[in-house]
């Protein structure tokens, strides 16, 4: 092999010596060295090829498939933990059991969240309290969502109805209405096609006192005594003393009772208690009962006191008879 390439070596140089022209007069002619080929090295037979370095190939890095619905969490504050928190223990859900055919009914209560199921195409109702004026509405969307208002009935019937309907599915938002005795917080929902007809409240502190005022008014009509006698009545009693809110109007008596008329707004006061004087002066309690705002005094007496207060005690003194006249004469001459 290498003779060979020896060989062909030589032949290229004479032909390329052959190829170059004359020199110019006078100068010599020069000729071009025949290129010079180095026959690369090659390893002996007997010598041993090197293996090749082994690269071991780093493992594959694990790739996350992310769906669509999977979302980084932001982190959240202590405050908006707390907001949080608030609003979904406040927050109300329709229950089976308070639906009223197709009314979801709900308590009132100050400060709650009451949760509106509605659905595009169709319409929610909330149905206010008789009587109820709205004073404004606010909705945190009202680009997506329609919300208007009517009434249905007249005088103490009229009912306020707001009417509320969402334009897609998949949203949200809250409801803010205020009227002349509440306020009422709602947040609404719009789903594919499940929209609750509407909701009314029960409201049992305003049931409660309605029970309390006809209760105040069937006491007011009460008799304060059974087969009571008009024309055994006396009327000869005099009030002096203090002079706060609750000073009876008048007292008399039938000959067995005694009874002690007070104003109005002892309903709602504290009501003094009442002592009978004895004959030396002394104050000693008696037994008497309530009726409407009458004291029923199951005794006849000739002066009593009542007392309201501790150091700064409130006195008011009631008197029979010629002790009567005498209070009547003390009562003038102090004013």
Not at 151 to 167: I, Q, T, W, Y
Not at 185 to 194: A, F, I, K, P
Not at 200 to 214: F, R, T
Not at 318 to 331: E, L, M, P, V
């Amino acid at each position: 092999m290498n003779a060979l390439s020896f060989l062909t070596g030589l032949i290229v140089a004479a032909a390329a010596a052959a190829a170059t022209p004359a020199a110019v007069a006078g100068s010599p002619q020069q000729v071009a060295p025949a290129p010079t080929h180095v026959a690369a090295p090659t390893a002996p037979a007997s010598a041993k090829t090197a293996p090749a370095p082994t690269i071991t190939p780093l493992p594959p890095v694990p790739v996350k498939t992310w769906h669509r619905h999977h979302r980084v969490r932001p982190h959240l504050t202590l405050s908006e933990i707390s907001v949080r928190a608030a609003n979904q223990g406040a927050t109300q859900d329709p229950q089976v059991q308070g639906f009223m055919n197709a009314l979801q009914v709900y308590n009132w209560g100050e400060g709650v969240i009451y949760h509106l199921l509605a659905a595009p195409g169709q319409v929610s109702d909330l149905i206010l309290q008789p009587g109820e004026t709205i004073t404004s509405i606010a909705a945190g969307d009202t680009a997506r969502w329609t919300i208007g208002d009517t009434s249905s009935g007249s005088a103490e019937a009229k009912r306020v109805h707001v009417l509320v309907k969402p334009f897609s599915a998949g949203l949200s938002t809250n409801l803010v209405i205020a009227t002349d005795r509440r306020t009422y917080h709602l947040q609404l929902t719009s789903t594919v096609g499940t929209a609750m007809a509407g909701i009314s409240w029960s409201y049992p502190a305003d049931e409660l006192l309605a029970v309390k005022h006809k209760e105040a008014e069937a006491q007011a009509i009460k008799p304060i005594a059974a087969g009571l006698d008009v024309q055994s009545l006396t009327f000869a009693y005099a009030i002096s003393g203090d002079t706060p809110a609750w000073r009876p109007l008048r007292a008399f008596d039938d000959g067995r009772q005694t009874f002690i008329e007070f104003p109005p707004s002892i309903a709602v006061g504290e009501a003094p208690p009442l002592f009978v004087l004895g004959d030396k002066g002394a104050a000693e309690l008696v037994n008497y009962r309530m009726s409407g705002r009458y004291y029923v005094v199951d005794r006849l007496f000739a002066a009593a006191e009542l007392r309201l207060g501790g150091k700064q005690q409130v006195v008011v003194r009631i008197t029979r008879g010629a002790t009567a006249d005498k209070d009547r004469h003390s009562d003038r001459r102090a004013s």
